[in-house]
């Protein structure tokens, strides 16, 4: 820190000078990451509740109410009348919030003291964060030839000390859908916690069904989905951080409580205790703007986009990974390695990531990815094959 004050202007060009040096995401290279630029709404609402403490509900009464309606509508697009969660900031706290719920309550109905997750391998890295911290052992389960989780794995790593079963609903390396559905049933017929990480697909699977879409059920309309982690700030469109995680039972928030004797409420099942409200007040207003009509017709002109990429990369020879469910793209070249593909394109300016279950060049048509951007890319494609 400075010894005396700095003006204010010289403060805001040295700032400038190094956000200079980020990726924009309206150029259109930027094309293996989950977000994307916010709708200028929601950051016009984010601004006005950036004072707003969620972790003391009492002194914000009306944030908080706007944080439980987020979460009612989200629930409604997952099929729950009745839904409980939170906005945190992202799928990682989420998805740390929901292996806490399994672990507790297996540890209070079950009395597991040394217990086990059962993920698969496609799984988000989110889940080993969760198992250091909570001192649990990761079970992987195997993918089938799609790609997908195994459920015969599933059932074969079952023991005794298995606190929950997690599926994805929306991969994060090639935007896959597990079946969920069959594996609803095995945790019920169980008794074992099941959570679905829909961090990215959540918020556009309800939405592509919605038009027409032939998309498997992952949500709490199965009986044996115990919680849903969905990302506003991904496809929703609105600002990082907006994470959501989705309770059937409010019973998983209370195992999770801890007292909070100094603040306005008696007791706190978040992973952190100070919350910024804004973001559960853009969530509310960009989902207000949009409906569910908008975000259908967005997720329609991603699907667009994403199979006029999928076939530029047929006619040219690429060898795709998979037929997309979801708007991502994975592919190679049929006679050179990855990662010299990825080093190509980097030369050329565009900003991929290459996936590791299978290696391949990994492509996520967000909101910031034009019908132009994808021409120029397979335009460079072409030069390079």
């Given at each position: 820190?400075?010894?005396?004050?700095?003006?204010?202007?010289?403060?805001?060009?040295?700032?400038?000078?190094?956000?200079?040096?980020?990726?924009?995401?309206?150029?259109?290279?930027?094309?293996?990451?989950?977000?994307?630029?916010?709708?200028?709404?929601?950051?016009?609402?984010?601004?006005?509740?950036?004072?707003?403490?969620?972790?003391?509900?009492?002194?914000?009464?009306g944030t908080n109410l706007i944080e439980r309606k987020v979460i009612e509508s989200i629930g409604e697009l997952l099929s729950i009348e009745n839904p409980y969660g939170n906005i945190v900031t992202g799928g990682t706290e989420a998805n740390l919030m929901a292996i806490r719920a399994a672990r507790n309550h297996a540890r209070k109905y079950k009395g597991i003291t040394d217990g086990e997750i059962i993920i698969p391998a496609s799984a988000h890295f989110s889940f080993k964060k969760a198992a250091d911290m909570l001192n649990l052992k990761i079970v992987e389960a195997d993918l089938d030839d799609n790609y997908k989780i195994d459920v015969e794995s599933v059932k074969s790593l079952i023991s005794d000390n298995t606190v929950a079963i997690v599926a994805i609903a929306g991969t994060t390396e090639l935007g896959l859908i597990d079946p969920i559905e069959e594996l609803s049933k095995v945790a019920l017929e169980n008794n074992i916690y099941f959570h679905v990480d829909a961090a990215f697909g959540g918020f556009i699977i309800p939405f592509l069904r919605r038009i027409g879409f032939d998309l498997p059920v992952f949500d709490f309309s199965l009986e044996g989905v115990c919680?849903?982690?969905?990302?506003?700030?991904?496809?929703?469109?609105?600002?990082?951080?907006?994470?959501?995680?989705?309770?059937?039972?409010?019973?998983?928030?209370?195992?999770?409580?801890?007292?909070?004797?100094?603040?306005?409420?008696?007791?706190?099942?978040?992973?952190?205790?100070?919350?910024?409200?804004?973001?559960?007040?853009?969530?509310?207003?960009?989902?207000?703007?949009?409906?569910?009509?908008?975000?259908?017709?967005?997720?329609?002109?991603?699907?667009?986009?994403?199979?006029?990429?999928?076939?530029?990369?047929?006619?040219?020879?690429?060898?795709?990974?998979?037929?997309?469910?979801?708007?991502?793209?994975?592919?190679?070249?049929?006679?050179m390695e990855t990662n010299v593909l990825a080093e190509k394109l980097e030369k050329l300016g565009w900003k991929i990531s290459v996936a590791k279950c299978p290696v391949a060049i990994r492509v996520v048509l967000m909101n910031h990815i034009k019908l132009s951007h994808i021409k120029e890319l397979l335009e460079d494609l072409k030069e390079i094959f």
């Amino acid at each position: 820190m400075d010894e005396k004050p700095i003006d204010k202007e010289i403060i805001l060009e040295e700032l400038s000078e190094m956000h200079k040096l980020d990726y924009d995401y309206a150029d259109g290279r930027i094309l293996g990451s989950m977000c994307t630029e916010a709708h200028p709404f929601a950051k016009e609402v984010y601004f006005k509740f950036l004072d707003t403490n969620l972790g003391d509900p009492g002194l914000f009464k009306g944030t908080n109410l706007i944080e439980r309606k987020v979460i009612e509508s989200i629930g409604e697009l997952l099929s729950i009348e009745n839904p409980y969660g939170n906005i945190v900031t992202g799928g990682t706290e989420a998805n740390l919030m929901a292996i806490r719920a399994a672990r507790n309550h297996a540890r209070k109905y079950k009395g597991i003291t040394d217990g086990e997750i059962i993920i698969p391998a496609s799984a988000h890295f989110s889940f080993k964060k969760a198992a250091d911290m909570l001192n649990l052992k990761i079970v992987e389960a195997d993918l089938d030839d799609n790609y997908k989780i195994d459920v015969e794995s599933v059932k074969s790593l079952i023991s005794d000390n298995t606190v929950a079963i997690v599926a994805i609903a929306g991969t994060t390396e090639l935007g896959l859908i597990d079946p969920i559905e069959e594996l609803s049933k095995v945790a019920l017929e169980n008794n074992i916690y099941f959570h679905v990480d829909a961090a990215f697909g959540g918020f556009i699977i309800p939405f592509l069904r919605r038009i027409g879409f032939d998309l498997p059920v992952f949500d709490f309309s199965l009986e044996g989905v115990c919680s849903i982690t969905v990302d506003p700030h991904k496809m929703g469109l609105a600002p990082i951080p907006a994470g959501g995680i989705i309770f059937r039972e409010e019973e998983y928030l209370q195992v999770m409580a801890v007292d909070s004797p100094y603040l306005t409420v008696k007791t706190q099942s978040t992973i952190v205790g100070t919350r910024l409200g804004a973001s559960s007040a853009a969530t509310y207003a960009i989902m207000k703007y949009f409906g569910k009509e908008g975000y259908s017709k967005l997720a329609e002109e991603l699907m667009e986009t994403t199979k006029f990429f999928k076939e530029g990369l047929d006619e040219l020879g690429y060898e795709v990974v998979c037929e997309p469910e979801l708007n991502i793209v994975a592919f190679n070249h049929p006679d050179m390695e990855t990662n010299v593909l990825a080093e190509k394109l980097e030369k050329l300016g565009w900003k991929i990531s290459v996936a590791k279950c299978p290696v391949a060049i990994r492509v996520v048509l967000m909101n910031h990815i034009k019908l132009s951007h994808i021409k120029e890319l397979l335009e460079d494609l072409k030069e390079i094959f």
